[in-house]
């Protein structure tokens, strides 16, 4: 029996507040701030920086990377590619050998947790993101947010939780849909959903008849979140992921917050009504404490950053404005990608196995001693570095200017020009830390081209 070894989430940084989306439409729209997606970021690099998240240094100082994940099942309804797998530029990003595999599961939100079965039942990563959009002033737009969650299984002797039953039932009806090529989805009246729901979630309630310490009870209906309390006996823990619906990422962020509290011993109970209903009980174990993600679902949370409802609007293509009158950049080429594949994806250099310089990107000549072929892989996404110089572009091609570039030198070795995601060069100094992250530089003719970009630190 699989369990869970580690797990991680992204929550993005950027915040619209709903005050601000009140005022520009004319509606209310309540408290608070919804969490979105930057620009640069989509399905794709979210994805990535979950399960980054999830494989990161444990307490004990175990790399969880040195664990080898058998498979990589990503779940999203709102891909950056059809008719391509989205999963294996995942699979660059992470390093991961080349036997192990990749696919997508797309299409609702209980692709969740198709690939929650596939990644337990032979111990692999399941990876799940979603960007949700609504159109403007709907309660999608308003109740929606943007994340990612990643949970990694293997031997449950070395798991912080184990599932210790299960229940699913599937039925048919119409109640959430989106056509291929539309935008935004559509919904059907909030109480025919619930009762198709309801009968669901009872009949899988009383087959795991449990008295758990923690419910989860996620649902695209809103019906089924507002009755949770009366379908679901227990200490309800949450409804919905704290960032507000999140496609097939609500029951993993949802999860992964009641995770970051739970104590030793404890009952978490997963019920998932979407397209059916799927419920879990798990049960967490003596490693829980020491098995925590870095940084909590509610840390995430709290540290954001305000963007406006209207460039957020132009992030999403729903509002057409003037793009930067700048030549776009060139589309990126299937050749050169795939020769470079070890560096653009998972930031691979090259050291010199005579003189130890590093080489950014990887060369077969040393700029150092000119060893020619003396070169051995040394991969840095994981590496922090130290500003030496920046610089703020208002005149370079982008979607949210300023473009702030930097010169960074890493620990260890190595120095590279990179762009800064999430900056407007305020916050940035020389001698600033960074570390790495994957996003999108681009998309051009239809083509996304992915690297890493670097973002700073506040404290380490």
Not at 46 to 66: K, Q, T, Y
Not at 363 to 381: E, H, T, W, Y
Not at 420 to 428: K, M, P, Q, R, T
Request: aromatic share 6%; hydrophobic share 40%; with cysteine.
């Amino acid at each position: 029996m699989n369990g869970i070894l580690a797990y991680g989430t992204y929550i993005p940084s950027g915040r619209v507040q709903h005050a601000d989306i009140a005022a520009t439409l004319g509606v209310k729209a309540g408290r608070g701030s919804r969490v979105v997606a930057s620009f640069d970021e989509d399905t794709t690099t979210m994805g990535v920086a979950a399960a980054r998240a999830a494989l990161h240094p444990c307490a004990g100082g175990e790399s969880m990377d040195s664990l080898t994940a058998h498979g990589l099942f990503f779940a999203t309804t709102s891909p950056a590619y059809a008719d391509k797998t989205n999963a294996t530029a995942q699979h660059a990003a992470l390093g991961l050998p080349a036997d192990v595999f990749a696919a997508d599961l797309a299409g609702s939100a209980r692709s969740a947790i198709a690939a929650f079965t596939g990644a337990r039942a032979v111990g692999g990563l399941a990876v799940l993101a979603d960007v949700r959009v609504g159109r403007p002033g709907s309660a999608d737009e308003v109740g929606g947010g943007d994340g990612a969650a990643a949970f990694l299984f293997g031997d449950a002797a070395e798991a912080i939780a184990v599932v210790v039953a299960e229940s699913c039932v599937t039925s048919e009806f119409l109640d959430r849909w989106r056509t291929p090529g539309t935008v935004a989805g559509s919904q059907w009246e909030e109480r025919f959903g619930l009762d198709e729901y309801v009968p669901l979630i009872e009949r899988v309630v009383a087959d795991l008849g449990a008295d758990p310490d923690h419910v989860v009870v996620v649902s695209p209906n809103t019906g089924v979140i507002k009755r949770a309390a009366q379908l679901v006996k227990g200490r309800l823990s949450t409804t919905s992921s704290p960032i507000g619906h999140a496609g097939t990422a609500d029951v993993g962020i949802a999860l992964a917050a009641v995770l970051d509290t739970a104590e030793p011993h404890q009952t978490i109970l997963v019920i998932s009504a979407a397209d059916g209903c799927d419920g879990l009980l798990l049960r967490t174990t003596d490693r829980i404490s020491e098995g925590r993600q870095p940084v909590s679902v509610a840390d995430q949370l709290a540290d954001g950053t305000d963007v406006s409802y209207a460039t957020y609007l132009s992030w999403r293509g729903l509002l057409d404005r003037e793009p930067p009158r700048r030549p776009e950049p060139d589309r990126a080429a299937a050749p050169p990608s795939a020769r470079a594949r070890a560096w653009k994806f998972s930031f691979t250099g090259s050291r010199c196995s005579q003189c130890r310089l590093v080489h950014l990107p990887p060369g077969r000549v040393c700029k150092g001693c000119g060893a020619i072929d003396s070169m051995v892989p040394v991969a840095l996404s994981r590496i922090h570095g130290t500003v030496a110089t920046y610089t703020v572009d208002r005149l370079a091609y982008s979607p949210a200017p300023p473009l702030v570039a930097a010169v960074v030198d890493f620990d260890g070795g190595g120095r590279y020009t990179l762009e800064v995601a999430d900056s407007s060069g305020e916050e940035l100094r020389v001698g600033s830390r960074v570390a790495l992250t994957f996003r999108r530089l681009n998309t051009t003719g239809g083509v996304h081209n992915y690297f890493w970009k670097a973002r700073v630190v506040h404290s380490e």
